[in-house]
């Protein structure tokens, strides 16, 4: 079973296709954006590689089964980024949510929307009860975001991978599913349905 597209007020998430090759390697090339990353600016035939691992996704339904969707602007058809949600434990029902943009998009709120709808689908349709997000504990703006969206911050560890060359910390943002049901009912831009505020 495929994803069906997931529209949004103002974005489209939807499965990449081959032709979202070069709007990926726009993004995926750029050191800013691997800055706080596992891998670095990528190259063409690199990107092209990573592309074809997220054609035809499917719901996740075993541990580790993960699922990226491209992020589209309905306004102008441009895909300006990627969500992600990894099936962490099925026994456990646990999650994990991640997300990529590129920075021309930044600042608008689009990420926020984005990743508002990963945390929706994993409460809501997989029925998860804690989806977390990690990251490198310097990625400020990506940090707030997370807190925007109403998830704690649960950790922060201290040079706990040895990523490019060098020590890094990580933090771990974490929501409940009790904690969504409250979040959806809430008016303004800190609930889950609210309007997107500005950020990431």
């Keep these: 079973m ?6 949004t007020a103002r974005l489209l ?15 995926q090339s750029r050191p800013d954006v691997a800055r706080f990353l596992y891998w670095g600016p990528r190259s063409k035939d690199e990107v092209r590689e990573a592309l074809a691992k997220r054609l035809a996704p499917a719901p996740p339904q075993a541990d580790g089964d993960s699922m990226v969707l491209a992020v589209v602007r309905r306004d102008t058809g441009a895909v300006i980024g990627d969500v992600l949600l990894v099936l962490t434990s099925q026994e456990h029902r646990q999650g994990e949510i991640g997300f990529v943009f590129h920075p021309d998009h930044q600042g608008q709120g689009f990420a926020q929307e984005a990743a508002r709808e990963m945390l929706r689908f994993g409460f809501e349709q997989l029925g998860l009860h804690r989806i977390v997000g990690r990251l490198d504990a310097r990625n400020a703006a990506s ?9 704690r911050a649960e950790a922060h560890f201290r040079q706990n991978e040895f990523v490019k060359g060098e020590w890094t910390d990580e933090a771990v943002y ?4 009790e904690e969504w049901r409250a979040a959806v009912t809430e008016p303004g831009p800190r609930g889950a349905r609210g ?6």
């Design 13 to 27: 998430l939807r499965p990449f296709v081959a032709g979202d090759l070069d709007a990926l390697h726009a993004i």
């Design 195 to 200: 309007t997107p505020v500005d950020g990431v």
């Design 2 to 7: 495929t994803i069906a597209p997931i529209p």
């Design 174 to 177: 974490a929501m409940l599913a």
């Design 143 to 151: 940090a707030r975001l997370l807190a925007r969206l109403g998830m």
